[in-house]
């Protein structure tokens, strides 16, 4: 069946710094990924689609890769900041569209 | 625009008890679906729906029942309640067309206890 894993330990990590996160998925050919931001009590938020042929998007402050070969996609913040502390949400969807899998999410924790 | 709203943002229902989950949009989009997000599981799809008078099974319909009459509307029916239902339930719409990789916009969601 298909398997989407993100890190389920929270990232805590140094204003400043960057935020590395990663998005397994397994049994799964993906024609698009998409990365949400969840903060607690509120529902997700769009940030950033990337398609089965880029292998790299940004926006602002924000990096996402997406490696068909690895099965992988990994979520940058460069330059983070405590604004930045949520939880971050992969979700792949098919060709077909209809359906978007949702991986668990990753909490990020950006220490003053 | 409101976006999408959801109500109530807070539920507590007896085991066996039915109700409605209200999901409105106010951004013309043909998509709406039903997630729910249980700790550690992420979010999974209940139902969904690609225009009025038409909807589809996800990942986890039973116990569910949804209906599209209009374009803004999308309520979800428990109908005979369980403890298994305690979650939170997200609504979500987006455009739909030849682009199928269109962004989902959710509601802020509802909290429902089945004790």
């Known amino acids: 069946s298909q398997k989407i894993e993100q890190n389920s330990e929270a990232l805590n990590i140094q204003e400043g710094k960057t935020a590395t996160l990663t998005c397994n998925y397994t049994?799964?050919?993906?024609?698009?990924l998409q990365w949400y931001r969840q903060d607690p009590g509120r529902g997700p938020v769009f940030l950033l689609l990337i398609r089965e042929n880029e292998k790299e998007k940004r926006k602002e402050r924000l990096k996402v890769t997406f490696d068909t070969t690895l099965k992988q996609s990994l979520f940058h913040i460069t330059a983070s900041q405590p604004a930045d502390s949520a939880t971050y949400l992969c979700a792949l969807g098919g060709a077909a569209g209809n359906k978007l899998t949702f991986g668990g999410g990753t909490r990020v924790l950006v220490k003053p | 625009n409101a976006g999408v709203t959801q109500t109530p943002k807070f539920q507590v229902l007896k085991t066996g008890q039915s109700m409605t989950l209200q999901c409105a949009q106010d951004?013309?989009?043909?998509?709406m679906s039903w997630y729910r997000q249980d700790p550690g599981m992420g979010l999974r799809l209940i139902h969904y729906?690609?225009?009025?008078?038409?909807?589809d099974q996800g990942e986890v319909p039973n116990g569910y029942n949804v209906s599209r009459s209009t374009t803004e509307d999308f309520p979800l029916r428990l109908l005979s309640a369980a403890p298994s239902q305690t979650s939170v339930y997200f609504c979500?719409?987006?455009?739909?067309?030849?682009?199928?990789?269109?962004?989902?916009?959710f509601g802020p969601g509802t909290r429902l206890t089945v004790t």
């Open positions: 049994n799964y050919s993906p024609a698009y």
């Open positions: 951004m013309n989009h043909e998509y």
């Open positions: 729906s690609v225009g009025a008078g038409i909807t």
């Open positions: 979500a719409s987006r455009h739909s067309g030849t682009s199928v990789a269109y962004e989902q916009y």
